[in-house]
């Protein structure tokens, strides 16, 4: 499925609405002719973590100073003010820019893992679409790769890890909904799919197992063996190992016609 460009539909839009919002009435007290220290009067309001006006000051220092030696900065604290502000689709897109347009700033690895962390906030509960999920993980993983002595790698990957788990949730929630309805067909396609793809994720050995039970409620039980003999190699001290146990005597009465 061609991936769609979320912001390319909808940001526009939203950029449309702050403008109008915005228009008629300036916001900022910056008086003054010299980028820096309109820059300092911006960054001040930041550090306070008054970050409604530090977005109106940057703003302003954007449109009134482009292409100076604080341009880099001003476009990052932007875009760092609308992720604090929670305000995660503005700061997706002002970070999008920075990283377009700033490639020499030396500013540009933290943007990069910070444009990261705001689709990880955009993520959403695992019963729900994970595009903003599955772009997280993409920007971790090429920013890991770009700056792997970077002093945000540990969070970096404790974040993927958790967005791996997420998405092998989904799908092994998605085999038990099916499960539940009996057809096991499409449940033993999601639940390969979360050890295929998620093998490192806390669902790997569950999804074997749940695997080999729909197997064996469809009767398929040379099937079931085979994948509770790899569950068994790949996972050996697995808590489910009773359990596993368990539908392998339950195959051996099946197939003994008991």
């Not at 690895?109 to 444009?115: E, H, I, Q």
């Not at 599955?134 to 790769?145: D, M, N, R, V, W």
């Not at 729909?214 to 003999?229: F, M």
């Amino acid at each position: 499925m061609k991936k769609i460009k979320f912001f390319a539909l909808v940001l526009p839009a939203l950029l449309l609405i702050q403008l109008i919002a915005g228009c008629g009435s300036s916001k900022t007290d910056i008086n003054t002719d010299d980028p820096q220290k309109a820059f300092d009067i911006a960054k001040r309001k930041y550090d306070k973590r008054d970050y409604t006006d530090a977005i109106d000051d940057f703003s302003f220092i954007k449109i009134r100073f482009p292409g100076t030696d604080v341009s880099d900065k001003v476009q990052f604290y932007l875009a760092s003010s609308y992720f604090y502000q929670k305000e995660y689709i503005l700061a997706a897109y002002e970070f999008e820019s920075f990283i377009k347009n700033y490639q020499l700033s030396p500013l540009y690895p933290d943007a990069r893992f910070m444009l990261a962390n705001t689709y990880y906030e955009l993520s959403p509960k695992y019963s729900l679409d994970q595009q903003f999920t599955k772009e997280a993980l993409t920007q971790y993983l090429s920013y890991i790769e770009s700056y792997p002595e970077d002093k945000n790698i540990p969070e970096a990957e404790k974040r993927i890890k958790e967005l791996r788990n997420k998405l092998a949730y989904k799908d092994y929630w998605t085999g038990e909904l099916y499960m539940k309805t009996s057809n096991y067909k499409a449940a033993s396609i999601y639940f390969q799919t979360v050890y295929d793809e998620y093998i490192d994720s806390d669902w790997a050995d569950d999804a074997m197992v749940a695997q080999a039970d729909a197997y064996i409620n469809g009767r398929r039980y040379e099937d079931a063996k085979k994948v509770l003999d790899k569950f068994n190699k790949l996972f050996p001290n697995s808590n489910l190992k009773n359990r596993a146990n368990t539908l392998q005597n339950r195959i051996r009465d099946l197939q003994a016609g008991k």
